[in-house]
């Protein structure tokens, strides 16, 4: 089945700086990819998702990039802000709706 | 707010007993899913159902059941409940539960089981 490997698992970063986030997948099959951000105590909010027909999609101060041939995306965060602390998880689909889920990454924004 | 409701928010049981969480999705979303959330196992896909019909099956136990009414909401059963149950249970919705469907998630039901 799919795996979904995500790092790092924590990231800490200035405001105003830029975040990255890695994923890769091990199913050449997967052709879509979104990514949640998780608030303590709440439900994981889609905050970006790009299908593989596609190999960037930008959203204000959100970015994705899909690179299918090496199997591996990334989000970008730019002018990061402290309502960004969040843990982010990365996905893929390869059938259906299931989505397998990387581990996750706990972003710390400091002022 | 996603528009995925989840009843109830949280729930503390004993080993061995029985719980129901359920799901209502978002107005005029057909498939429902359930997901797992625990500290050793991150988030884990459970099952889907799309118009009250299962579609796909991920590591869900067999002391774990589900349905999808015809009204669309959708009943997640656990029994003979386990300590190793303790987790976070999330319902999701979406529009056709196709592969590239947007997925929207509830605010979870937190599961103790003491």
């Known amino acids: 089945g799919e795996n979904v490997e995500q790092h790092p698992s924590t990231l800490s970063v200035q405001e105003g700086d830029s975040a990255v986030i890695k994923c890769t997948y091990s199913?050449?099959?997967?052709?879509?990819f979104p990514w949640y951000k998780q608030e303590l105590g709440k439900g994981p909010q889609l905050i970006i998702d790009i299908r593989s027909n596609v190999g960037e999609k930008k959203d204000q101060r959100i970015a994705v990039t899909l690179n299918k041939t090496a199997k591996h995306f990334s989000l970008h965060i730019t002018e990061t802000q402290p309502e960004d602390s969040a843990v982010y998880f990365c996905a893929a689909s390869n059938s259906w709706g299931k989505l397998q889920f990387g581990a996750g990454t706990q972003v710390v924004v400091t002022p | 707010d996603s528009g995925v409701t989840q009843t109830p928010k949280h729930l503390i049981t004993a080993t061995g007993q029985r719980v129901t969480l359920r799901c209502s999705p978002r107005?005029?979303?057909?498939?429902v899913y359930w997901y797992q959330q625990s500290l050793d196992q991150g988030l884990q896909f459970l099952i889907q159902y799309y118009n009250g019909e299962e579609r796909a099956k991920g590591n869900i136990l067999e002391r774990f059941s589900a349905q999808q009414f015809p009204d669309l909401h959708s009943e997640l059963n656990l029994s003979s409940l386990e300590l190793g149950d303790s987790a976070l249970y999330f319902c999701a919705s979406s529009v056709s539960g196709d592969t590239a469907d947007t997925q929207y998630f509830g605010p979870g039901t937190r599961l103790t089981v003491l």
């Open positions: 199913d050449s099959a997967s052709n879509y």
């Open positions: 107005s005029g979303d057909l498939s």
